[in-house]
T-cell receptor, first 112, second 110 residues
Framework: DVKVTQSSRYLVKRTGEKVFLECVQD?????MFWYRQDPGLGLRLIYF???????EKGDIPEGYSVSREKKERFSLILESASTNQTSMYLC???????????FGQGTRLTVV | TQLLEQSPQFLSIQEGENLTVYCNSS?????LQWYRQEPGEGPVLLVT???GGEVKKLKRLTFQFGDARKDSSLHITAAQPGDTGLYLC??????????WGAGTKLIIKP
């Protein structure tokens, strides 16, 4: 079974802190994604990556950056956390554009 | 900007009732996926529909892709409390990107 693992289920950070969210997948998938999920807004794509060291902006990249140094690992970085970045963050991976997306369990981030 | 509108946003019904969730767009998708998400977990794929007019069944769940591949529906027969969750549709566009609906929060009361 494909497994996508996010480093933390819950995080509480202070405004202005630099925050790292880590995601690891074990199925050699080329594609990896970071979404945030807010009630009534569905999943919004922050960044995605089709290959190592490659990244593409999604719909809401402002305030975020990403890193993909190894195929299995995709990190989301909040350079200076703000309260409006309080959200559920979901990492996903897929084999190709049309195939199933496999999600991690999510990280609920609270910025105070 | 492509949009995928899901309705209703929220549905609370009694066990044993039937329900339908809709996913509509003005855009054509090469395929459409339905996911179910439980609280505190990530979404999990239920089904992918690919051909216009396609109907797929998973036990009491029936998924249909519109003839023009712009819309889809999920029908649940004799809903059970275990069906409770957030149902998300996602269309695959011409660039192989997933376009997500906002979700339908479904609560089935015993």
């Amino acid at each position: 079974d494909v497994k996508v693992t996010q480093s933390s289920r819950y995080l509480v950070k202070r405004t202005g802190e630099k925050v790292f969210l880590e995601c690891v997948q074990d199925m050699d998938h080329e594609n990896m994604f970071w979404y945030r999920q807010d009630p009534g807004l569905g999943l919004r794509l922050i960044y995605f990556s089709y290959d190592v060291k490659m990244k593409e902006k999604g719909d809401i990249p402002e305030g975020y950056s990403v890193s993909r140094e190894k195929k299995e690992r995709f990190s989301l970085i909040l350079e200076s956390a703000s309260t409006n970045q309080t959200s559920m963050y979901l990492c996903a991976s897929s084999l190709g554009g049309r195939t199933e997306a496999f999600f991690g369990q999510g990280t609920r981030l609270t910025v105070v | 900007t492509q949009l995928l509108e899901q309705s209703p946003q929220f549905l609370s019904i009694q066990e044993g009732e039937n329900l339908t969730v809709y996913c509509n767009s003005s855009s054509v998708f090469s395929s459409l996926q339905w996911y179910r998400q439980e609280p505190g977990e990530g979404p999990v794929l239920l089904v992918t529909v690919v051909t216009g007019g396609e109907v797929k069944k998973l036990k009491r769940l029936t998924f249909q892709f519109g003839d023009a591949r712009k819309d889809s529906s999920l029908h649940i027969t004799a809903a059970q409390p275990g069906d409770t969750g957030l149902y998300l549709c996602a269309g695959v566009d011409s660039n192989y990107q997933l376009i997500w609906g906002a979700g339908t929060k479904l609560i089935i009361k015993p």
